[in-house]
């Protein structure tokens, strides 16, 4: 992937052409392999939605221990796809060869390099027959310890005196040269990116991963100079978002309510207010039974939905209100507005879902993401018709 950054005051149009031009002139000089395209998969599923920080004045193999038991623990979650360990330093066994000890011996390096690539290997050990059928068999010869590695037999003399790689050498455990760095707050630290599975609720696996995390930190065998942080958190912008777009929502329904009872009357603006709440419960229930979880499209498609779904139910409680000061009956009046308005109300509700369905039909990244809001709008409107010519008479 490029990236390109453009000043203000440049024709956007004529350096991209040229950076295509170059592009394309490059290409002719790559070899043939290198002009075939790869073709990846992205999901943002994968993501990390939650960033575990272990930090403080402790041993680096104190924090990679804690941090490598917490990713065993997190990964045991369902919710959970992948904990991965960022800032660790991978463990090695160092043999530090004296010189002049293995001079004097006469010791080579490939006698050295021989010895231990003949050791730390799985040895065949025969196969097992059973009713089942016939299994090979590999016995472990493999490096554990620095313990095993200083007892490693580099050579053996014919009056039965050896050497081992203890005698000619120093064996202690190391880290490989550090090539990734984690640091928190300017602090040594170890981080655990936390991944969810895909069509998995982002709050509920990071409610899961914190509470997990919290009660492993509050345990007494945690050391007191690891402290636990939690960043890069999803879930509080999630919840930030929803917090916003559910304030809207109920900003919009008080306005509109405001509005019919100046326009309508108390009496009349209950009916109509009544159907706003209706109408958004069996679009919920809508969205349930195909499966969808409510995201920010859904929410901003209930923000513009509240104006229009009103109009179904102003209709029918109109011309009720109107037929009873004609002297009509109230039961009377409203059975007879919801057979007088039938069609009415049904041709404008499906008028205006005509122009949403087209919508539903834009096959493209974006166009799946846009989705949400045609099918919110039709969902609504539905519920809102079904409130006017059913439920409110």
């Not at 369902?78 to 001079?103: C, F, N, Q, Y």
């Not at 095993?148 to 455990?173: E, P, Q, Y």
């Not at 039909?361 to 166009?367: A, C, L, P, R, Y």
Request: hydrophobic share 50%; aromatic share 8%.
């Amino acid at each position: 992937y490029v990236l390109l950054e453009f000043d203000i005051d440049v024709d956007e149009d004529r350096v991209l052409a040229d950076v295509l031009e170059k592009v394309d002139r490059a290409r002719a000089e790559f070899p043939q392999e290198a002009r075939q395209p790869v073709i990846e998969e992205v999901s943002f599923s994968a993501l990390p939605i939650l960033t575990v920080n272990l930090w403080g004045d402790a041993p680096d193999r104190e924090l990679q221990r804690r941090a490598k038991d917490l990713q065993r623990k997190i990964e045991a979650i369902p919710l959970v796809l992948e904990a991965k360990i960022s800032g660790e330093r991978t463990d090695v066994l160092e043999a530090i060869i004296d010189p002049a000890r293995t001079e004097s011996l006469g010791i080579t390096f490939a006698e050295i390099a021989g010895a231990i690539s003949q050791n730390n290997a799985l040895v065949p050990a025969g196969a097992l027959e059973t009713e089942s059928g016939k299994f090979n068999i590999k016995l472990p010869g493999l490096i554990e310890t620095p313990e095993d590695m200083a007892s490693l037999v580099v050579r053996r003399g014919g009056d039965g005196a050896i050497v081992t790689l203890g005698d000619i050498a120093d064996v202690r455990r190391g880290y490989k040269d550090q090539t990734t760095l984690a640091r928190f707050n300017g602090r040594q630290s170890v981080s655990l990116e936390i991944s969810k599975r895909q069509g998995v609720n982002i709050l509920e696996a990071s409610d899961e991963v914190q509470a997990l995390v919290e009660a492993e930190s509050s345990d007494p065998n945690w050391p007191s100079t690891i402290n636990v942080t939690f960043s890069q958190s999803r879930s509080v912008y999630i919840k930030d978002m929803m917090s916003s777009l559910s304030a809207s929502i109920i900003n919009a329904v008080v306005l509109v309510f405001i509005v019919c009872i100046a326009a309508l009357g108390w009496r009349s603006a209950i009916f109509v207010g009544w159907a706003i709440p209706s109408s958004f419960l069996i679009a919920f229930f809508g969205f349930l039974i195909v499966g969808e979880t409510i995201n920010m499209m859904i929410l901003f498609g209930l923000i513009l939905s509240v104006g229009v779904l009103v109009d179904s139910a102003i209709v029918i409680v109109e011309y009720a209100d109107r037929k009873m000061e004609e002297g009509l009956h109230r039961l009377e009046a409203f059975k007879l507005a919801g057979e007088r308005m039938f069609w009415p109300v049904l041709s404008s509700t499906a008028t205006t879902l005509a122009a949403f369905i087209p919508l539903l039909f834009w096959d493209s990244i974006v166009g799946k993401f846009m989705a949400y809001f045609p099918r919110t709008m039709i969902y609504v409107l539905s519920a809102s018709t079904l409130m006017a010519l059913i439920f409110l008479p």
